[in-house]
């Protein structure tokens, strides 16, 4: 009776209004939004990532693809569009901000830290072209690496659109690493060096050459342990203009001696190479390599490492380089087009980053380092 | 107030004795103001209710206004980026995209990868191979590379995939097609008597390396199992080529390339020189030089004495013979893809001596990937005649012309003949026999220097 009451009190009107209160809700709730046009810098950002985003999920990693996919008037799925990419005029310049050129920064992963990952969201270079590729072993570290990564992902990636990242593509390796312990001792052990940095490139390799799109203008190189680097790292790389510059790798570390924290040098793979080496070099076979940092091979080259002028840092000042580190690396895009990779088998008795360089040299490329300009490793 | 007429039957079995079972309360008990209180919370009730609409009907109209609204009403709740609807993360796993002899039938993915300069007219016939193709087209991706180009090899191009695109049979379809476009500055002419003059191989051959290699990384995915690398000017192969060179399940394999040629020039030849096993001279010779030099394949300049896979071809030979290789070439290279994940790639430097594809087999082999040939698997690539067989070829539809004046003089000879008497009609079917042998020739020559 009571429901009967209500009923017939309300008037036709109201139920007219309600009736189109309820079209207009579901209309409102169906209908596909548009860019919003609100001034604000954040619906800037999300309208250029819409742009940029990929009609059909067959398509470039670095770039999104749009959820909803277009469908033909026979109900089928459309075929994957034809996409044009004009390569002409794709920059990669030091001016990399104003020209909106897009980063990849790449990253073979072993073990997750967190402080690796909340460096990468404090890179004040625009989230919306930057682009991130990781690869993993198939092993438990893998996997728990993996697993951590996954979960930091989400929470930046449903975060603030601004700290959104362009797109993330997770890789994992065909091939077994040779070693399984990520142990410090066992890794920097020399006998183990030639295998591990031999599946090191195959890894980065596998990286660079599925990850890479055709918009993409640099490639940054950064390893999954570096956990402290300036916020403008990809402006300052950049800056120089340089097909292949890098950093000096340190670590920040507790001296119980003096009682306080202290740096010291931790990336011996960027020098300028001698005459002993060179030397060394011609006297090996052809698959033999030759290393730094080791006390059974002195080659005397000259090591960035210890190029930093502490009395007078100028974080501008580049040298020229022979080999280069890859704990972070930033190339152009089209040094790596040109054939430019981490050589899996000794290329001028070299491998992996430093095998890299020369072969950047043997392109044409020039190889440059920044002393005094430092990123920094987890200590262990 | 009409209530009570609503369902008077309903009445009848209660009937009403108002005094009596009156539950209405006594109106001095009742508040004063509440008609006049429910009328007020009526009008306000409404006016919320066409506020209410009215706003709706604002947001329906203006959409741009919604990114300002929503998030007041909804308090935050609703963030208007939410519905971005775009897929930022991918996940792959590598070895799931291995490679085996039946991969049409496990879904693997091919990436062919073809480059062109001013191709416009071989596109049509390298278009209906591409229709042709029996590997499933849903699992191939095409991605092209147009170089230097100086006819309308890219808007044809585009015109001709966008077709195959929107053909209503979905079996035609092919999955990401990707076209590119890069210029390197192609200093060296493409006719075929610059294109391979010796001085001009080495360079020639690193700027196509770094097409290749440019091709290659902006198009190769981490779904693909393998890559398929095809000239656009092959006149003929097997439409089964994929599964032909897929099923030796080799990280590298490439057929015989040979090309068809005029009667008067031997009907055929080999074509593709590039691939070869390594000799001993040849190790000796590329020892001898410096650096940076790059040895080419079959040139006097470089006696290599190599054993090269096309002068191995029996045309009644096993199709599925295999051969190992050291140096390959580029017209048509099937290979795992983990073979270019690896890192082997076309060397635009001098790689142990060589570049390009040659440089590839060698590099591939030193990463210890198997390359191997197939001596009686021939497709055949499209003749271009030279400089000198285009002369030659005026020369034989000159003598071909002049042969015709001769008949017809000859036959208006034998006409007048004729005329003058009947018994001299033997000579004109002489006459007309050699006429049309000597016009399949004429026509021939015709037909090559139109190619």
Not at chain 1, 96 to 108: D, H, V
Not at chain 2, 327 to 355: C, D, M, W, Y
Request: charge should be negative; proline fraction near 7%; charged fraction near 25%.
């Amino acid at each position: 009776m009571a429901v009967a009451r209500s009923m017939r009190r309300t008037s036709p009107i109201s139920l007219v209004l309600a009736a189109l209160l309820a079209f207009g809700f579901i209309v409102f709730m169906l209908s596909p939004s548009t860019p919003s046009v609100s001034a604000s810098a954040s619906a800037v950002s999300s309208q250029h990532r819409q742009e940029d985003a990929a009609e059909h999920p067959l398509s470039p990693p670095t770039k999104p693809f749009l959820k909803s996919q277009a469908v033909r008037s026979n109900g089928l799925q459309a075929a994957p569009p034809v996409v044009h990419y004009n390569l002409n005029n794709l920059t990669s310049s030091g001016n990399a901000i104003a020209n909106r050129e897009r980063i990849l920064i790449l990253t073979p992963l072993a073990r997750f830290y967190q402080g690796y990952w909340d460096n990468l969201v404090k890179l004040s270079y625009p989230h919306e072209l930057i682009s991130l590729g990781f690869i993993a072993p198939k092993t438990k570290d893998g996997n728990a690496a993996v697993a951590a990564l996954e979960k930091a992902i989400h929470t930046t990636q449903s975060g603030p659109i601004d700290n959104r990242f362009a797109s993330i593509t997770i890789l994992r390796q065909d091939f077994e690493p040779p070693l399984q312990s990520q142990d410090e001792k066992v890794r920097h052990k020399m006998s183990a060096q030639k295998e591990r940095r031999e599946s090191m490139s195959r890894a980065r390799n596998s990286l660079v050459f599925t990850t890479m799109g055709p918009s993409t203008s640099w490639v940054l190189w950064l390893d999954g342990d570096i956990v402290e680097t300036p916020s403008t790292l990809i402006q300052d790389l950049t800056k120089h203009n340089q097909p292949v510059i890098v950093p000096n790798c340190y670590q920040r570390y507790y001296d119980s001696n003096s009682k306080k924290w202290d740096i010291r040098p931790y990336d011996y793979n960027s020098w300028i190479d001698s005459e002993t080496a060179q030397d060394l070099a011609a006297q090996m076979g052809p698959d033999e390599i030759l290393l730094e940092g080791y006390a059974e091979m002195p080659t005397y080259r000259t090591l960035m490492a210890y190029l930093p002028n502490f009395s007078a840092l100028d974080p501008h000042r580049t040298v020229a380089l022979d080999g280069v580190g890859g704990t972070a690396l930033m190339v152009k895009a089209d040094v790596h087009r040109d054939g430019a990779m981490f050589p899996a088998f000794p290329f001028f008795h070299l491998v992996e980053t430093e095998g890299f360089s020369k072969m950047a040299k043997r392109l044409g490329y020039a190889v440059s380092g920044l002393p005094d300009y430092f990123v920094y490793h987890y200590n262990e | 107030m009409n209530r009570q007429y609503a369902s008077p039957k309903g009445y009848s079995a209660y009937p009403r004795a108002p005094s009596a079972f009156s539950i209405s309360p006594n109106r001095s008990f009742q508040p004063r103001s509440q008609p006049a209180l429910r009328r007020r919370r009526q009008l306000f009730q409404r006016l919320l209710l066409l506020g209410g609409v009215s706003l709706l009907l604002v947001i329906f109209i203006f959409p741009s206004w919604r990114a300002a609204i929503i998030p007041t009403l909804s308090l935050g709740l609703v963030h208007p980026s939410e519905d971005l609807q775009l897929q930022t993360v991918r996940y792959y796993d590598l070895s799931e995209v291995q490679g085996t002899e039946k991969g049409w039938e496990r879904g693997e993915r091919v990436l062919m990868l073809t480059p062109l300069r001013d191709a416009s007219s071989h596109l049509p016939m390298f278009f209906s191979h591409l229709r042709n193709l029996t590997y499933p087209h849903n699992l191939i991706d095409l991605a092209f590379l147009v170089s230097d180009s100086r006819d309308d090899t890219l808007g044809m191009l585009t015109r001709m995939l966008q077709e195959v695109q929107n053909d209503p049979d979905p079996k035609m379809n092919f999955g990401e097609i990707s076209v590119i476009e890069k210029d390197f500055g192609q200093k060296v002419q493409q006719d075929v008597e610059s294109r391979h003059g010796f001085e001009a191989q080495a360079s020639r051959r690193k700027l196509m390396a770094q097409a290749r290699n440019w091709l290659l990384s902006a198009t190769l995915r981490p779904t693909h199992s393998w890559v398929y690398w095809r000239d656009a000017d092959v006149e003929t192969a097997p439409f089964t080529i994929i599964e032909d060179l897929m099923r030796h399940n080799r990280d590298v394999t490439v057929p015989n390339v040979w090309r068809p040629l005029p009667d008067w020039l031997g009907g055929e030849q080999p074509y593709d020189l590039n691939s070869w096993q390594e000799s001993e001279t040849a190790l000796a010779l590329a020892e001898s030089l410096d650096e940076d030099a790059v040895i080419v394949e079959g040139y006097a300049e470089y006696a290599t004495w190599r054993p090269h896979l096309a002068y191995l071809r029996d045309p009644f030979g096993d199709p599925d013979m295999e051969m190992e290789l050291d140096g390959i070439g580029g017209v048509s290279i099937l290979a795992k893809a983990r073979v270019f994940r690896a890192g082997v790639h076309f060397p635009a430097f001098s790689f142990e001596k060589h570049a390009e594809t040659e440089g590839f087999g060698k590099m591939a082999k030193r990463m210890k990937f198997s390359v191997i040939g197939l001596p009686h698997y021939v497709i055949w690539h499209l003749y271009e005649p030279s400089v000198d067989d285009l002369r030659h070829m005026e020369e034989m539809e000159r003598e071909a012309r002049e042969q015709e004046e001769r008949e017809r003089e000859l036959q208006e000879q034998t006409d007048s003949t004729k005329a003058k008497a009947h018994n001299a009609a033997k000579g004109s079917d002489k006459g007309s026999d050699e006429g049309p042998a000597a016009q399949p020739a004429k026509d021939s020559a015709k037909g090559f220097s139109n190619l």
